[in-house]
């Protein structure tokens, strides 16, 4: 370093600037700061990769779609009508088996549902479906059972009925069988059938998918 600045002032030892033009008397080297390096933050799929064959390996990080729910089971679903129209128009067919035909078809309709949408279905979902195929041969078999009464023959059906039971000549068992064949009492039919139906073919549903409704 020199003694002396170029404007003639005598310089103290290891000056840094001149004390009286205040030029630099050597070069200042500002001192290096390191920056610590922060780890790479660690996603799911280099987790995946490096557990290997324990945690499932390149697999687990492109695993499948959590189980869907989709699209909830109602007459806004048009699957879910078309499949309840379908088995509950080929269940009537199998009138002559009752109760079981009304279970079976709850539980049927459940199945080509999971099978046709790919969705799973839980206990909910298999009783709206089984109450959409019930409601729908109940409409059918409430038409025909209406007909069937308004026509008289229900009656004679009825009367039918009576003549095998032992007690055929009771007078309170020809009124009640008179009362069933009149107005209110095809109603009781109507509401007794409503109930029956749509609560069997719930429990068909229900049961769908409890087996078959989930992996």
């Not at 030029?23 to 001192?31: D, G």
């Not at 009771?170 to 109930?195: E, K, T």
Request: glycine share 10%; charged share 10%.
């Amino acid at each position: 370093m020199p003694e002396t600045c170029t404007c003639g002032a005598q310089l103290p030892p290891d000056s840094l600037f001149c004390h009286k033009c205040g030029k630099p008397q050597r070069e200042i080297v500002a001192p290096e700061v390191l920056t610590p390096a922060l780890p790479a933050p660690v996603t799911r799929a280099a987790t995946a990769f490096a557990a290997g064959p324990v945690a499932g390996g390149p697999a687990a990080a492109f695993a499948a779609a959590p189980p869907r729910f989709a699209m909830p089971v109602s007459f806004r679903n048009p699957v879910a009508v078309r499949i309840s129209l379908f088995v509950g128009v080929a269940a009537m067919f199998f009138s002559f088996l009752p109760i079981v035909n009304w279970l079976a078809a709850g539980f049927i309709a459940v199945f080509f549902y999971r099978r046709k949408t790919q969705n799973l279905l839980n206990v909910g979902a298999g009783l709206h479906l089984g109450w959409i195929t019930g409601l729908v041969m109940f409409t059918m078999w409430g038409v025909f059972f209406m007909a069937e009464g308004l026509s008289g023959k229900l009656n004679g059906i009825f009367q039918e009925q009576i003549k095998n039971l032992p007690s055929a000549n009771d007078p309170y068992l020809q009124q009640v069988a008179q009362f069933m064949a009149s107005g209110p009492g095809l109603l009781i039919m109507l509401a007794i059938g409503f109930v029956l139906i749509t609560c069997v073919s719930m429990a068909g549903g229900a049961l769908g998918a409890k087996m078959v409704g989930r992996d």
